[in-house]
Nanobody
Framework: QLQASGGGLVQAGGSLRLSCSAP????????VAWFRQIPGMDRDFVAA????????SYADSVKGRFAYSRDAARNTVYLQMNSLRPEDTAVYYC???????????????????WGQGTEVTVSS
C-alpha cells in the first residue's frame, strides 16, 4: 500500500520534501512516480525513475527545482521540492507499476497502484 506524506503550507521560495512509503516497490521491475492534481483538473505527471535504466524524468515545470530520489532499504521514494511557487499548489500522489514502459512513464493510466495524496499549499 502506497502512502504519501510530507505536504503542508509553505511560502513561495520555500522547500518541502515529500515521502512515499512503497513497500516492495522500490526496486526493479517497479516504477514509482509522482503526480499532482489541482481540484477539478486532471492529474499531472511530476517525476519518475524508470525501472530499467534508473533515468529520472521530470515535468518541464519542475525541472531544476524538484529532485526525485529513492531509498530501497527504507522502501521509500522522495520528492524534494525547492523554490516552490504558488502554481505548485496541488495534492501530490505517488503511484507504482511493474509494467511501465518508457513511452508511458508520464501517463496516469500506466499506473495501477495509487496512494492517498498529500496536500501542498504554496502561499505567495
Amino acid at each position: 500500500q502506497l502512502q504519501a506524506s510530507g505536504g503542508g503550507l509553505v511560502q513561495a521560495g520555500g522547500s518541502l520534501r515529500l515521502s512515499c512509503s512503497a513497500p516492495g516497490r522500490t526496486r526493479s521491475p517497479w516504477t514509482v512516480a509522482w503526480f499532482r492534481q489541482i481540484p477539478g483538473m486532471d492529474r499531472d505527471f511530476v517525476a519518475a525513475m524508470h525501472r530499467s535504466a534508473g533515468r529520472i524524468s521530470y515535468a518541464d515545470s519542475v525541472k531544476g527545482r524538484f529532485a526525485y530520489s529513492r531509498d530501497a532499504a527504507r522502501n521509500t521514494v522522495y520528492l524534494q521540492m525547492n523554490s516552490l511557487r504558488p502554481e505548485d499548489t496541488a495534492v501530490y500522489y505517488c503511484a507504482a507499476s511493474s509494467s511501465v514502459i518508457r513511452s508511458t512513464l508520464a501517463s496516469e493510466t500506466a499506473y495501477a497502484d495509487w496512494g492517498q495524496g498529500t496536500e501542498v499549499t504554496v502561499s505567495s
